[in-house]
């Protein structure tokens, strides 16, 4: 059974904090990484994809991949309470499949 | 660029009715997917299209879901009876490419159907 692991939080943090976000998967074989914004009652919307070992970075998010370790993060710099919303990690299955196989998701709660 | 259209976006309905969720995917984008959202998880695949051929349907519980995407850009996904336990937001996605990296392949989400069956 392919898995990913993700804490569901809540992750509550400060207005200007650093957001620390993570995920593991099982697949070994997994490619290509991702992750969705969900806001209470709306769909997903992709805000990063990462395919190679390192750190990617988009404006105030990063996310960060590990393949020894089966590991990918998101950090979200200068958090602000727009930012409160549950954030999914999706990994493509396999070297060449084609789904995508969904954490349950950490919910992340920023103050102001 | 016209993002996933998808309708309704709600529908209530009573146990061993039937119902039927459209989507109209990206323009452009051959990959179409059909998610299952269950309130605190994440989704899970349904099913996913190739044009209007399926290439992943192993998730999809055949006795009583149904999808079509017959001429290759909108699909129909049918639950016929509905039970209790299929109370969920249905999501459709799709992408322009099936198989590769980059932003090619990347999915996109609709605003999805929520459905309670009472």
């Known amino acids: 059974q392919k898995e990913v692991e993700q804490n569901s939080g809540p992750l509550s943090v400060p207005e200007g904090a650093i957001a620390s976000l993570n995920c593991t998967y099982s697949?070994?074989?997994?490619?290509?990484f991702f992750w969705y914004r969900q806001y209470s009652g709306k769909s997903p919307e992709l805000i990063m994809s990462?395919?190679?070992?390192g750190d990617k970075e988009d404006g105030r998010f990063t996310a960060q991949l590990n393949k020894a370790s089966q590991y990918v993060s998101l950090l979200i710099r200068d958090s602000q309470p727009s930012d409160s919303a549950t954030y999914l990690c999706?990994?493509?299955?396999?070297?060449?499949?084609?789904?995508?196989?969904f954490g349950k998701g950490t919910t992340l709660s920023v103050s102001s | 660029e016209a993002g996933v259209a998808q309708s309704p976006r709600y529908k209530i309905i009573e146990k061993r009715q039937s119902v039927a969720f459209w989507c109209n995917p990206i323009?452009?984008?051959?990959?179409l997917y059909w998610y299952q959202q269950i309130l605190g998880q994440g989704p899970k695949l349904l099913i996913q299209?190739?044009?209007?051929?399926?290439?992943?349907d192993s998730q999809l519980p055949k006795d009583r879901f149904s999808a079509e995407r017959l001429k290759g850009v909108d699909s129909t996904l049918k639950i016929q009876p509905a039970k209790l336990e299929d109370s969920a937001v249905y999501l459709c996605?799709?992408?322009?490419?099936?198989?590769?990296?980059?932003?090619?392949?990347?999915?996109?989400f609709g605003p999805g159907t929520r459905l309670t069956v009472t």
């Open positions: 990462i395919y190679s070992n």
């Open positions: 697949d070994r074989g997994s490619q290509s």
């Open positions: 299209f190739q044009n209007n051929g399926v290439v992943d």
């Open positions: 323009s452009g984008h051959a990959t």
């Open positions: 999706a990994v493509r299955e396999g070297q060449a499949g084609t789904a995508l196989i």
């Open positions: 996605a799709s992408s322009r490419l099936q198989k590769g990296t980059g932003s090619l392949y990347e999915q996109y």
